[in-house]
């Protein structure tokens, strides 16, 4: 079957760094996103990788290794308002969009 | 560019009526949509695929005569949920497939259903 993984809940300090792990299971792969999803607001889109390696932009960094099946997103800098949850999505061969649960990460102070 | 628009943002319903929830593409054509139902801390879970003109495809367990999706122009897509009940209470979402060639898929801003 299909299978995303990435850890429930995280916790952070204001200013440091933090990254999130997703692995994948899927038929097929076409790449694989990270959403960022503040509480009662739909998703928004923070990166896509479909080549091995790491995809910086600005505080935030998306890594993919496929022969691995696994990807991280690296926050920097952390500010109060990165308080979220963070979607990992992989796009299989038929490009449907498989979800993780998410992880929320808690900021604090 | 690439917004989608949700109407309405919340509605309060009684129990037995139907909710018409609409998705549109606001600056570009999606000939792909996308229907999401969230529950309180868990993950998106995919309802259906709606392509313009045709009919949708629901996911297992989702049933079609419920939950009817129409997708009339390269605009709108519409969810009704009919007969809605207490357990219908949810945040639904909608999504436009995107122009990008990985198919980045763009989120409506969600419809927030309170069945009484």
Redesign the interface.
Known sequence: GQNIDQPTEMTATEGAIVQINCTYQTSGF??L?WYQQHA??????LS?N?LDGLEEKGRFSSFLSRSKGYSYLLLKELQMKDSASY?CAA?DSN???I????TKLIIKP | GAVVSQHPSWVICKSGTSVKIECRSLDFQATTMFWYRQFPKQSLMLMATSNEGSKATYEQGVEKDKFLINHASLTLSTLTVTSAHPEDSSFYICSAQGLADYNEQFFGPGTRLTVL
């Open positions: 076409n790449g996103f009662g607001e739909a998703p928004t889109f896509y479909v979607l796009l490009y449907q969009l979800w993780g649960a998410g």
